[in-house]
């Protein structure tokens, strides 16, 4: 009998242990998940826009785009550094409002 009390203590104390870290992972993730929406949420109002996945990623995009423009211009390609930062410069209109 005291076999089985012992493995049903080493259970429950097994079971405590893997609760607690769940429970702890959990709430680290909330964390993050909440401080993500919050900065997707302010970041979307400020620039008047939706909180889309789709105007995320055009926004990521659209900088992408007018960092090429840069490039180029740093390169003495004012050709290529024009057409990057027009089509940066229309992406980001379309997407804020």
């Not at 490039?71 to 550094?81: C, E, L, P, Y």
């Amino acid at each position: 009998m005291q076999v089985e009390s012992f493995f049903e203590w080493l259970g429950q104390a097994l079971g405590s242990v893997i609760r607690f870290i769940v429970d702890g992972l959990s709430g680290l993730f909330n964390l993050l998940s909440h401080a993500g929406s919050n900065f997707v949420e302010g970041l979307s109002r400020a620039l008047g826009m939706d909180t889309s996945i789709i105007s995320i990623i055009a926004l990521i995009l659209g900088l992408m785009l007018l960092w090429s423009a840069i490039r180029a211009f740093m390169n003495a390609s004012i050709i290529m550094g024009i057409i990057w930062l027009v089509l940066g410069l229309w992406l980001l209109s379309w997407i804020i409002h």
